[in-house]
């Protein structure tokens, strides 16, 4: 727990939290009238309902919308309480401000309140441990060139060694998905739903195996996109399942197909990376928030316990907090790919993270493996 603890406490440390409405950001003097634009007029929990197991953790945040048409992070300087505490807490001081914990089975009502404005999410726990998997599970990862640089790292030779304390003999395997050809090298949103659902079967499409065909092989799969996942595009108001255009709405689309496909498969446990990140040099901030803001969306409301789908936060290890793969993580200021020792650093962590889900604590072990 100490370690789930702590994970929070280092990512509100990190993440910079805006003053609120009322500041202005270039410390002019403003005068009455563009005061009252700065001013907050609604609040909104993010996520608005959330579901956790008895022991798990996540982080709510505040956003108020101004006047003035901009949104604020004011998460930091809200009150939050909970309806019952005996069901979830609810962090209220500065080092972890809107933070929750699953304490019982049951429902709560968490509030917060900023400016005089409050709005309310609701918070249900449940059972979300599942049985653990025999000592002999078959894994994959499917990947392209960032995923190979993470299992070069050393993840063959973290299962070797484990199972050579542990008595156990895991298999782990990986495999580039999709191939250069004949599909293309692409493993974006589009593509994981264009193989796996809009051509789903006990047949290849485009000599790639559908999720009929691997779940007869391996007992976990473990998925990924590389980076350009997080070349997001604006929402137009128009989604489309079928559109490869990279946009959140039609990401949203495909990940929902995803999800009830992969429950199809109730015996086989599947561990989906939030996206690799881009780095500052090669991308912009508007689509360094679009990416983080659907990688939220996936931990937050996508992800549910009690299922088999799981998350591995490989997007939290690169960015800490913020919008771009750091460029200490980095392959070089505008080459997105993660270098040799932060492959090596978190290559461990994705075999935590494997191990977790394989003994039955995806739902409540940390979702970054730390």
């Not at 490989?314 to 997105?336: C, H, M, P, R, W």
């Amino acid at each position: 727990m100490f370690r789930i603890v702590s994970r929070f406490i280092a990512l509100l440390l990190i993440l910079a939290c805006a003053a609120g409405c009322r500041n202005s950001s270039s410390g002019r003097e403003i005068d009455s009238g563009q005061q009252e634009d700065l001013a907050a007029q609604s609040m909104e929990i993010v996520p608005a309902n959330s579901t956790l197991a008895i022991d798990q953790y996540r982080q709510l945040r505040l956003v108020a919308g101004c006047f003035d048409g901009t949104s604020h992070d004011v998460t930091e300087h809200a009150q939050w309480a909970s309806s019952d505490d005996s069901v979830v807490s609810i962090g209220n001081s500065t080092e972890n401000k809107g933070v929750i914990q699953g304490l019982s089975l049951g429902t709560a009502t968490i509030s917060a309140t900023y400016e005089g404005l409050t709005d309310d999410a609701e918070v249900s726990v449940i059972e979300g441990d599942q049985d653990p998997m025999e000592d002999d599970a078959r894994i994959i990862l499917l990947h392209h060139s960032t995923g190979g640089r993470i299992w070069s790292g050393g993840v063959p030779a973290w299962f070797s060694e484990y199972n050579s304390t542990h008595g156990s003999s895991h298999s782990i395997i990986e495999q580039s998905f999709p191939k250069d050809t004949p599909y293309g090298w692409n493993n974006y949103p589009y593509d994981y739903w264009k193989i796996w659902v809009d051509n789903a079967g006990y047949d290849p499409y485009l000599e790639e195996p559908t999720l009929e065909m691997l779940t007869q092989d391996y007992d976990v799969i473990v998925w990924k996109h590389c980076y350009p996942v997080s070349d997001i595009q604006p929402d137009t108001g128009s989604p489309s399942i079928s559109s490869s255009t990279k946009k959140i709405e039609n990401y949203k689309l495909q990940y929902e197909a995803l999800k009830n496909k992969m429950r199809e498969f109730p015996q086989t446990r599947f561990i989906v990376w939030t996206g690799a990140a881009l780095v500052q040099g090669a991308t912009t901030e508007d689509k360094g928030r679009r990416a983080r803001a659907f990688f939220e969306w996936v931990k937050n409301e996508w992800d549910e316990p009690g299922d088999n789908i799981y998350i591995w936060d490989f997007f939290e290890l690169e960015t800490e907090g913020g919008f771009y793969l750091k460029n200490e993580y980095a392959e070089g200021v505008n080459n997105s790919h993660p270098n040799s020792d932060f492959s090596r650093r978190v290559a461990l962590h994705l075999c935590n993270r494997i191990i977790d889900v394989i003994e039955g604590n995806g739902d409540i072990g940390s979702l970054t493996g730390i």
